[in-house]
């Protein structure tokens, strides 16, 4: 089975704003999941959602914080596996270019890799999109 998610969206929108809908635990929790997170290296974060999300909370370690670099580990509540997301911020003409990358989901026990997998890829679609609308929202805001 395939171990990696990956998703690539270019926003109209500065570095800077991306980078902080993705790293500043307020933005996050507007756009995506209530959030206690520091994007510092070690900061042992948690994201809480509603039932509606399905879990109740997913947990890591802030592995990377570097400017415009993010990687931390990821573990769902009530499971023991711990798959790793990456996002990666570049400029292009203005635009910010994202790469984010799921990893590490073939760690899974038997068929619950292959559910997780699925389950993961709708959801970072989703994710991408929200932060899409938030950043448009943003801009329009401000």
Avoid at 119 to 139: M, R, T
Wanted: charged share 25%.
């Amino acid at each position: 089975m395939k171990d990696v998610i990956s998703k690539e969206h270019l926003f109209d929108h500065s570095i800077d704003k991306v980078w902080n809908a993705i790293s500043k635990a307020e933005e996050i929790s507007a756009w995506f999941i209530d959030a206690d997170f520091k994007a510092e290296t070690g900061y042992n974060y948690t994201f809480t959602a509603d039932e509606e999300h399905g879990c109740t909370q997913i947990t890591g370690v802030v592995k990377e914080a570097n400017p415009y670099t993010l990687v931390y580990t990821w573990t769902v509540q009530n499971t023991d596996t711990e798959t790793t997301v990456k996002w990666e911020l570049n400029e292009v003409e203005g635009k910010t270019k994202l790469y984010l990358e799921h990893s590490g989901i073939s760690k899974y026990p038997g068929d619950s890799a292959v559910q997780m997998f699925t389950s993961f890829n709708a959801g970072w679609d989703n994710c991408v999109s929200e932060l899409s609308k938030y950043l448009i929202q943003e801009v329009h805001a401000g």
